[in-house]
């Protein structure tokens, strides 16, 4: 009884196998995937040109030019775009191209530049709008003030939204705000711009910071504001806050990873979380125990994307266990785009997108209809030969092929929904190639299993040993392929990663299909009349093979099974 249980039971096998593929039609209705997503060649998308621009007008090194071309690949990669296409033309382009409809904002994000700094804030005041032309009446007294200008209100302490970012960044609650005392008859309302202590401020960086309105469209480059390392400067937020800043006290690079998530204190709104690498933590930890007992808004630690303040947090405690929190008005598209740009560092070189452009599918229908014929041309005659040659057993390799091709096309549509995996044409090769690589597996079983025949064995004792002797060869075959695959979609780039990607796809697949059906439906065959006792049309016809006694079904021994 307990060699009984050594015996296969194929017919659990090919239950889980049916189960398995019922789960996963299950997921691509669940997700409405019902099509697959097509890459450039076959669907269109966008083309940003990016053109480099030096200080002194010369053409970028090459080693710059390299380093940035691999940082947007990598930032288009960490996006979860397939088949885009990053290229340099010339001595100072990058053209990106994205497949897609979401290939503009793709195209958009990567050629920035994403230097983020973190500098302490020295001053913040509210952009006061542009002042009304003023309407003389009766006789202007010398000296005298002309008509009221519109003044917005000082704020000598943080916004409340910085009071939030506060909170967030280190897990207390906001304090309460101060009220504003209102300006009385004899004393005039302060100029918002000056308000505050302006010691130790470069006089040029607060007359910049006076004349700055955040307003204003453009207003970086209206007033020329640059994200010098080593210097002061004045800037503004998304809010309209304007800001004089200190020298910078820790720079992006000293990010060791950045990544999107729900904030935990809140649960609803998307963040940024950065972690510090060891010179980080230990500067971010400085800057963080300085500001922390001053008056605002110097207690306040501004985070700065390529010149622009992204939020600017007020310090309620030192921050020295290595990570921070970019928080704002985030959507989870645009905190996952801010970490992505954050993670893989900031460009050596400042981009000007030349040219935004639509692009249409280089390739079109026809060639897409020409790599489904080929396809299906290749399948058909897979299909004849296994019949011809094989007979009945050759529906084995039809069912396997059909299985195995749902299950592809499962994969396909799963993948693209989930990591936007586009089908390219070069893809398409890539499975068409695959084809032959599955009917090497059965054809491999097949023979083995005559071969076993042939030697007097009896079906389904021959099932069992020329699976044996078969899956170690099926098994190298296909690590060399899946090897062969994982060479060319590491070292090769633009439709060749397609190719390779696809082919390490359906190799696996094969795998799968040829473990959990093939040889678990030859089993069940072997235990029928029709081809236990050699049927002629069977495939295992005694006399067709050789045999010169009849095959007989007898039952598997203990022996044979293990």
Known sequence: MAGQ?????????????????????????????????????????????????????????????????????????????????????????????????????????????????????LLAGQSSPPAPTPTPTGTATPGASPAATPTATPTASPTAQNRALGAA??????????????????????????????????????????????????????????????????????QGVKYVLDKTSVEGKEISNAQAGLDSATGAQWVVNLDFNGTGTR????????????QPPRNQVAIVLDGRVVSAPQINEPITGGTAQITGDFTEQEAKDLANVLKYGALPLEFEKSSIEEVSA??????????????????????????????????????????SAALAYEAVLLLGHNINFRLSLAGIAGLVVAIGITADSFIVYFERL????????????????????????????????????????????????????????????????????TKPLVSLLARTTFFGQGHPLSGLDPKRLGVKSPIRGSRLTPKEAS
Do not use: H
Not at 287 to 294: D, I
Not at 367 to 392: D, E
């Open 5 to 121: 249980s050594n015996v296969p039971k194929p017919g659990r096998t090919l239950v889980g196998f049916l189960l398995l593929l019922v789960v996963l039609a299950g997921a691509i209705v669940l997700q409405k995937a019902f099509t697959p997503k097509l890459a450039l060649d076959l669907s269109g998308g966008t083309t940003v040109t990016l053109t480099a621009r030096t200080d002194n007008g010369k053409p970028p090194s090459d080693e710059a030019m390299g380093q940035a071309l691999d940082i947007i690949r990598e930032r288009v990669n960490g996006a979860g775009v397939s088949e885009a296409e990053v290229s340099q033309q010339g001595d100072n382009v990058i053209v990106v191209a994205v497949p897609g409809t979401e290939g503009r904002r793709v195209a958009q994000q990567v050629g920035e530049t994403a230097q983020l700094r973190f500098r302490q804030v």
């Open 169 to 238: 960044l280190t897990g207390k609650a906001a304090p309460t705000p101060t009220p504003t005392p209102t300006p009385t008859a004899s004393q005039p309302p302060a100029d918002p711009s000056t308000m505050g202590d302006t010691s130790g401020v470069d006089p040029a960086v607060l007359a910049q910071f006076q004349r700055l309105n955040c307003a204003e469209r453009n207003w970086q480059e209206k007033y020329k504001v640059t994200d010098t390392p080593n210097k002061q400067i004045a800037t503004c937020d998304d």
């Open 283 to 294: 500067q971010f930890g400085d800057v963080t125990t300085r500001v922390v007992n001053l």
């Open 362 to 403: 280089t390739l079109g229908s026809d060639q897409l209809r020409g790599g489904i014929l080929a396809m299906i041309i290749g399948m058909v005659l897979v299909v004849l030969y296994c019949l011809l040659y094989y007979r009945a057993l050759g529906l084995v390799a039809v069912f396997s092929l059909v299985v």
């Open 450 to 517: 005559r071969d076993e025949v042939r030697d007097g064995k009896s079906l389904r004792s021959a099932v069992e040993r020329g699976w044996k002797r078969a899956r170690r060869t099926i098994i190298v075959a296909d690590v060399v392929s899946l090897l062969a695959a994982g060479v060319l979609y590491f070292l090769a780039i633009g439709g060749v990663k397609g190719f390779a990607f696809t082919l390490g796809l359906i190799t696996l697949i094969d795998v799968v299909v040829v473990f959990l059906f």
